[in-house]
């Protein structure tokens, strides 16, 4: 009945426990909050359960997909934007001027809004018009520019240190080598899940754009289970990356968009050396996983969650069963269906036999 649901729901959240007896969270649910940035983080854990079944281990995913601006890098764009205030770069009415194709973008766009900042956005001119449609209707001034490699002064990156040079009160935030970002991920993403799980986590792992997820989350538990757990030679933070020359020795181009780098960024800076390993996850398997999470695990999510998941699912078969594996769900599949679930781009990046035949009925764009 409503009212024992009701009473089951209260108790529950009274004792902060989750989830409650019909299976439902309450890890959001934890009271009220000051803002938009006060949603940011705190994401769920979700075990996912299929995977989890068929490996006899706790396959867990971070669900960062329910930040406000969609994305895990809402958390980093808190984070350097609170970093500017406290270092005094940035006061009432000032800019944030930043250097981005996607997630930070967005969660920049978001963040300036609430708290009253103007949010400049510099992008290469190959990408979608949705982006820069997104973008704009979220407040920011956005700057297609000619996509011209790292070295090239011209670069989107440069033009947009160049922009918050020239402007007073105005902070590029320079995601890839602030450290700001790697903090936000030491201060709320590594904490949540050592409370999440309790302590029980065998192994992490996660794919890199700046860095900043896997170098924070990486130095968090690292630290906490020296303290805590001693054997820390269970732990395996996995390196999970398309394009590394130093690391795999693999250089390559992937489908999956918002990772890989060509350059040790401060923000994974010596951090590289508390990783245990690394893991190669083929496009195929990415895209393949996208369609799994979806029909097994009702979860509609982008290809660097998936290719997250696909790495998880490798490293609690090689663990064997019992162990916990943690991952980051890092964004839905909203921004990329035109391209994930369509036949033309499927055959034209040749990954249309690497969907299984009972899940070809997914591919309706
Ligand atoms: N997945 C997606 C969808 C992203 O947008 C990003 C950030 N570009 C990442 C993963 C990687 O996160 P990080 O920058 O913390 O390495």
Redesign the pocket.
């Known amino acids: 009945t409503f009212t024992t649901t009701a009473r089951r729901a209260a108790q529950s959240v009274a004792e902060m426990e989750a989830p409650n007896a019909y299976g439902i969270g309450v890890s959001k649910a934890q009271g009220v909050v000051k803002g938009l940035t006060g949603a940011i983080g705190n994401t769920p854990l979700i075990r996912l359960n299929h995977i989890s079944d068929a490996t006899g281990c706790e396959v867990l995913g971070k669900a960062e997909f329910m930040n406000p601006g969609g ?3 809402d958390r ?1 764009a808190l984070f350097v934007v609170k970093d500017a205030e406290e270092k005094g770069l940035l006061k009432t009415g000032g800019t944030v001027v930043e250097g981005t194709a ?3 973008g967005i969660g920049l766009a978001h963040v300036c809004r609430s708290k009253g900042y103007k949010c400049v956005i510099y992008m290469p001119n190959t990408q979608s018009q949705g982006k820069i449609d997104l973008l704009r209707l979220l407040g920011a001034e956005v700057y297609p520019v000619p996509a011209v490699a790292f070295d090239n002064p011209e670069n989107y990156n440069h033009q947009a240190k160049r922009h918050a040079e020239r402007l007073e009160n105005a902070v590029w935030t320079n ?1 890839f080598d602030n450290i700001a ?1 790697r903090q936000a ?1 030491i201060e709320t993403t590594g904490p949540e899940i050592w409370a999440q799980t309790k302590g029980k986590v065998d192994a992490f792992t996660c ?8 170098a924070g989350v990486t130095r968090y538990l690292k630290t906490v289970s020296d303290v805590f757990l001693g054997g820390s030679s269970w732990k395996r933070a996995a390196f999970v990356y398309p394009v590394w020359g130093k690391l795999t020795e693999r250089a390559g181009s992937s489908i999956t ?3 890989g780098q060509g350059r040790v960024t401060d923000n994974l800076g010596q951090d590289i050396d508390l990783l245990d390993g690394s893991m190669h996850i083929s496009d195929e398997k990415s895209i393949e996983q996208v369609y799994r999470c979806l029909d097994e695990e009702g979860l509609y999510l ?1 290809a ?2 998936c290719l997250n998941v696909a790495a998880a699912k490798e490293l609690a078969e090689n663990l064997g069963k019992g162990h916990t594996v943690v991952t ?1 769900l ?2 839905g599949a909203y921004r990329y269906a035109d391209r994930l679930f369509s036949k033309k781009w499927l055959t034209e990046k040749k990954l249309l036999g690497a969907i299984p035949k009972h899940l070809e009925k997914y591919i309706v764009l």
């Not at 794919?207 to 896997?214: C, D, I, S, V």
């Open positions: 994305s895990i890098k980093a996607g997630n930070t995601q970002n991920h794919a890199t754009g700046t860095g900043g997820t896997l968009e918002g990772i982008g660097s969650s980051m890092c964004d």
